[in-house]
């Protein structure tokens, strides 16, 4: 250095003490979630009504989704600024053909220390009977599988195409056959409908050796007609599991863990409940989405994303994405959740089944 010329800025580090990219709030880009596609087998009751989403729904054409191809060289350029975790959703992503392919493609990833990525993967699990051995060969590393009740009757309902429980059952077998573990089970619990289940749905979870996570029903999306009023809290849940079997909760186990955990106090294990709506974790928010057609979301209650599907495909090279991408979330500010009323519910976002949650 010259004398009397200024140090070089240091290099930014976040809340985890790593270098990366950091937005105004100071959180870092640690997390991607790829939606591979737009369509779904299901039609979750607070994701994909049936009545809005019929057969005449216009998904994506084929066209407009990103290729395998695309979506390696944008996950390659965030790993390359941060990004240690990619989650693959959808829609629901095993109705994507050769999904393996793409599975296969992610894990020869490297972050710039030479680390592996954790690879995961998110699914209703219809399909997992036959395709969590392939996935688990190209290299997945973990999955989560929704599951809503173990009520045949309530599930079928639910996913509003009566689908029957034991295949998830059985896919969620397939799945632990195949070694992909832990598996997480995600259950959204909406009052009036499912939360009845909750009590069966622990135990079951905590014979099995599942790690089980509730969800607070959210306002995503613009289809679902959500109203606070059909929210049953995460502090709701925890009494109802502890009235039955005694909690206490856990430490977290890293920053920005999104589920709070609970401990059976008789050491059998724990359960995690993820309070969106009733205790907000903006703070700690290190996660963008790329939508199936490659728009890049800061928040999934975002009401756009930056396409970046035109300038890979027109020819950008990766310095101009990566410049695009370090534009995007060094300006990002979203914290949608601690603001969340009855009317910002009903301001315009993107739809959950296009960013994968
Ligand atoms: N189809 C896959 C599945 O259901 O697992 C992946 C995509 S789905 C949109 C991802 C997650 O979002 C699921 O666990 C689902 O239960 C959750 N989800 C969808 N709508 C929701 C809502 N309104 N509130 C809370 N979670 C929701
Ligand atoms: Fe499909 Fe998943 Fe949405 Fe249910 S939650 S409709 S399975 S995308
Ligand atoms: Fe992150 Fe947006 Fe959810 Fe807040 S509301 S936790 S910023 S995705």
Not at 24 to 48: E, H, K, P, Q, W
Not at 104 to 119: I, K, N
Not at 153 to 158: A, D, L, S, V, Y
Not at 270 to 290: K, Y
Request: hydrophobic content about 40%.
């Amino acid at each position: 250095m010259h004398p009397g010329a200024s140090p070089p800025p240091p290099e930014p580090t976040a809340f985890d003490g790593r270098p990366g990219l950091i937005d105004t709030r100071g959180r870092a880009l640690r997390d991607l979630r790829i939606s591979v596609t737009d369509r779904c087998n299901f039609r979750c009751t607070y994701c994909m009504p049936a009545e809005v989403f019929g057969r005449d729904y216009a998904f994506l054409p084929h066209s407009e989704v990103l290729t395998y191809e695309e979506i390696h060289r944008l996950a390659g350029l965030a790993v390359g600024l941060g990004v240690q975790k990619l989650r693959i959703t959808g829609g629901e992503p095993l109705i994507r053909k050769a999904l393996p392919d793409l599975i296969a493609m992610l894990a020869g990833l490297r972050t710039p220390e030479g680390d592996r990525v954790d690879l995961t993967l998110t699914t209703n699990g219809s399909a997992l009977r036959a395709l969590a051995r392939p996935l688990a060969e190209a290299g997945l590393n973990r999955i989560t599988v929704s599951l809503d009740s173990l009520d045949d009757e309530i599930f079928r309902r639910m996913n509003g195409v009566d689908f029957p429980v034991a295949r998830v059952l059985d896919g969620i077998a397939a799945a632990r056959d195949a070694g992909l573990a832990p598996i997480k089970v995600n259950m959204v619990v909406k009052k009036g409908e499912n939360e009845v289940s909750i009590v069966p749905m622990a135990r079951w979870a905590r014979d099995e050796g599942l790690i089980l996570r509730f969800i607070e029903y959210m306002d995503v999306g613009t289809t679902n007609g959500w109203r606070l009023d059909d929210v049953l809290s995460a502090a709701q849940v925890v009494s109802a599991i502890d009235a039955e079997m005694p909690l206490e909760a856990a430490e977290s186990s890293y920053r920005g863990e999104v589920a709070s955990r609970w401990r059976y106090r008789d050491g059998s294990g724990e359960v995690g409940v993820i309070a969106s709506v009733t205790q907000p974790f903006c703070g700690d928010c290190t996660r963008a989405r790329l939508s199936a057609e490659g728009k890049l979301y800061t928040c999934l209650f975002s009401a756009q994303g930056t396409d970046l599907r035109a300038p890979l495909r027109g020819g950008a090279s990766d310095a101009d994405l990566r410049d695009l991408l370090e534009s995007i979330w060094s300006a990002r500010t979203d914290r949608y959740s601690e603001l969340r009323t009855d009317a910002t519910s009903r301001l315009p976002r993107v739809e959950m089944f296009a960013v994968g949650g």
